[in-house]
């Protein structure tokens, strides 16, 4: 069983087919189903954000779960394959497991040790729990990744200063406007990039900072908590003309905001400057209003620059969260190879079982006249001896931690004892040589 990785993110795709990949719409659930319907991969999780979508997968062949995959994403979301392959990356056991440590703990986060990423695995996990389309593999890798991002967090200076992609943009406002007292903030949407977003602005200093969202409640209740001020939805349009930064982060499928709208806003403004920082995914900004005179149009993929800044800044850190990586996914593969050992273990020991029941029946003749105790006892005893000769060499096939090793053992074991043989029907001719020897011998068993 392998552990596969098919997925897109920021790194491999720009933004308009990111938005286009995106399983937030429909939800994660019909996804799932969609994936377990094809016969390609036994387990599967999604991870879907604003900077990836990945699927995770336990399958037997990989280049079999691969072409189902790929074919799946371009059936799911009307895409072509072949424009959809050459942005798409793949990772395979031990490697898919340190991409997805990583993830976990916002080492490949487009704002490097953003908080968010962890939470966003944990719930992609839960979902395909809820859906019931996890298994053994999956069980495993996920709940190990939390493990590794609470490490990270912990253990590393990394996610020190709220670095997120709402902090991105709101480094993006003070490098343009410097000092951003005096300057009035509006954050399209309430839900939590928005939240975040305002809290940020207000740690900046910003002057003024009014919240909208369709839901007034909720933007009443966002601006109570930061100091700002609730604006209801139906007055967006007068609100972004009294702003000198806009930051956006709905959740809406279209556009909030197109160019002819746009293009009001800015005859009342008299072209004085107006920026935007489209945060969200889809976006909520149509790409044509940055055409606009005296519009700065911003999108996620524009906080490249910022990001290389902390990255700067956080190179220590980062070294060391990557060895907490490093560490974490040998344990892991150790894990792994124990799984690829596990077919040989229990062929192993059903060899065993049935060459010590055909003996026992074989010679039930003479063993017949004893008490029943005593049959009891001489099934117990070779049961135990069996176990005890096949301790070693389990323990020791279940412990190398090398997975080359592993199956140069595993395939060792599988020809000296055929465990890929049929076993013989029991009283037949054809016993194998181990029976034939036992009854040239004319083994005898006593009590």
């Given at each position: 069983m392998?552990?596969?990785?098919l997925?897109?993110?920021h790194?491999?795709?720009?933004?308009?087919?990111r938005?286009?990949?995106?399983?937030?719409?429909?939800?994660l659930?019909p996804a799932?189903e969609?994936?377990?319907?094809r016969?390609?991969a036994?387990e599967?999780v999604v991870?879907?954000?604003c900077?990836r979508a990945?699927?995770?997968?336990?399958?037997?062949?990989v280049?079999?779960?691969?072409?189902?995959l790929l074919?799946f994403?371009?059936?799911?979301?009307?895409?072509?394959?072949g424009?959809?392959?050459?942005?798409?990356y793949e990772?395979?056991?031990?490697?898919?497991a340190?991409?997805?440590?990583?993830?976990?703990?916002?080492?490949?986060s487009?704002v490097v040790?953003?908080?968010?990423?962890?939470?966003?695995?944990?719930?992609?996990f839960a979902?395909?729990?809820e859906?019931?389309?996890?298994?053994?593999?999956?069980?495993?890798?996920?709940?190990w990744s939390?493990?590794?991002?609470?490490?990270v967090?912990?253990e590393?200076a990394?996610?020190?200063?709220?670095?997120?992609?709402?902090f991105?943009a709101t480094?993006?406002a003070?490098?343009i406007f410097?000092?951003?007292?005096?300057r009035t903030?509006?954050v399209?949407?309430?839900?939590?990039?928005?939240e975040?977003?305002?809290?940020?602005?207000?740690g900046q200093?910003?002057?003024?900072m009014l919240?909208t969202?369709r839901?007034l409640a909720?933007?009443?209740?966002?601006?109570?908590?930061?100091?700002g001020?609730?604006?209801?939805?139906?007055?967006l349009f007068?609100t972004l003309?009294?702003?000198?930064i806009v930051?956006?982060?709905?959740g809406s499928q279209?556009?909030?905001l197109?160019?002819?709208?746009a293009?009001?806003?800015?005859?009342?403004r008299?072209?004085?400057?107006?920026?935007?920082?489209?945060?969200?995914?889809p976006?909520d900004i149509?790409?044509?209003?940055?055409?606009l005179?005296?519009v700065?149009?911003y999108?996620?993929?524009?906080?490249?620059?910022?990001?290389?800044?902390?990255?700067a800044?956080?190179?220590a850190?980062?070294?060391?969260?990557e060895d907490i990586?490093?560490?974490?996914v040998?344990?892991?593969?150790?894990?792994?190879a124990?799984?690829?050992?596990i077919?040989?273990v229990?062929?192993?020991?059903?060899r065993?079982e049935?060459?010590r029941?055909r003996e026992l029946?074989r010679?039930?003749?003479?063993?017949?006249g004893?008490?029943?105790e005593?049959?009891?006892?001489?099934?117990e005893?070779?049961?135990l001896?069996?176990?005890?000769?096949?301790i070693t060499?389990t323990e020791?096939?279940?412990?190398?931690?090398d997975?080359?090793?592993?199956?140069?053992?595993?395939?060792?074991l599988?020809?000296?004892?055929?465990?890929d043989?049929?076993?013989?029907?029991?009283?037949e001719?054809g016993?194998?040589?181990?029976?034939?020897?036992?009854?040239?011998?004319g083994t005898?068993?006593t009590?």
């Amino acid at each position: 069983m392998h552990l596969f990785l098919l997925g897109v993110s920021h790194k491999t795709t720009p933004v308009d087919i990111r938005e286009r990949l995106d399983f937030a719409a429909r939800g994660l659930g019909p996804a799932l189903e969609a994936i377990s319907r094809r016969s390609g991969a036994s387990e599967a999780v999604v991870l879907s954000t604003c900077n990836r979508a990945e699927l995770y997968v336990a399958c037997d062949e990989v280049p079999a779960a691969r072409a189902d995959l790929l074919a799946f994403l371009a059936e799911y979301h009307d895409l072509d394959s072949g424009a959809l392959e050459p942005h798409l990356y793949e990772r395979v056991d031990a490697e898919a497991a340190q991409h997805l440590f990583r993830v976990a703990g916002g080492l490949d986060s487009l704002v490097v040790g953003e908080p968010q990423i962890l939470g966003q695995v944990k719930d992609a996990f839960a979902a395909a729990t809820e859906e019931r389309t996890v298994g053994p593999v999956l069980n495993k890798v996920f709940p190990w990744s939390f493990t590794v991002g609470k490490r990270v967090r912990t253990e590393t200076a990394l996610s020190e200063g709220a670095v997120s992609i709402s902090f991105a943009a709101t480094s993006l406002a003070r490098k343009i406007f410097g000092d951003l007292k005096g300057r009035t903030a509006v954050v399209i949407g309430a839900g939590e990039m928005g939240e975040l977003t305002a809290q940020h602005l207000q740690g900046q200093g910003v002057g003024r900072m009014l919240i909208t969202s369709r839901t007034l409640a909720h933007a009443s209740a966002l601006a109570e908590s930061i100091g700002g001020t609730a604006v209801p939805w139906t007055e967006l349009f007068p609100t972004l003309g009294q702003a000198d930064i806009v930051i956006s982060a709905t959740g809406s499928q279209l556009p909030i905001l197109t160019r002819p709208q746009a293009e009001q806003v800015m005859r009342g403004r008299r072209n004085r400057p107006l920026f935007l920082i489209d945060i969200a995914l889809p976006r909520d900004i149509d790409p044509a209003v940055g055409d606009l005179e005296s519009v700065f149009l911003y999108n996620i993929d524009d906080l490249q620059a910022i990001v290389q800044e902390n990255l700067a800044r956080r190179a220590a850190e980062i070294s060391r969260a990557e060895d907490i990586v490093a560490g974490e996914v040998k344990r892991f593969e150790a894990w792994l190879a124990t799984r690829g050992a596990i077919p040989t273990v229990v062929a192993l020991r059903q060899r065993f079982e049935a060459i010590r029941r055909r003996e026992l029946e074989r010679l039930q003749p003479k063993l017949a006249g004893l008490p029943p105790e005593a049959g009891a006892r001489v099934d117990e005893i070779t049961r135990l001896l069996v176990e005890k000769l096949l301790i070693t060499p389990t323990e020791q096939l279940k412990s190398t931690p090398d997975p080359e090793r592993v199956r140069i053992y595993a395939d060792a074991l599988t020809r000296l004892f055929a465990l890929d043989a049929e076993e013989p029907a029991r009283g037949e001719p054809g016993r194998d040589s181990a029976a034939r020897r036992a009854d040239d011998a004319g083994t005898t068993v006593t009590s």
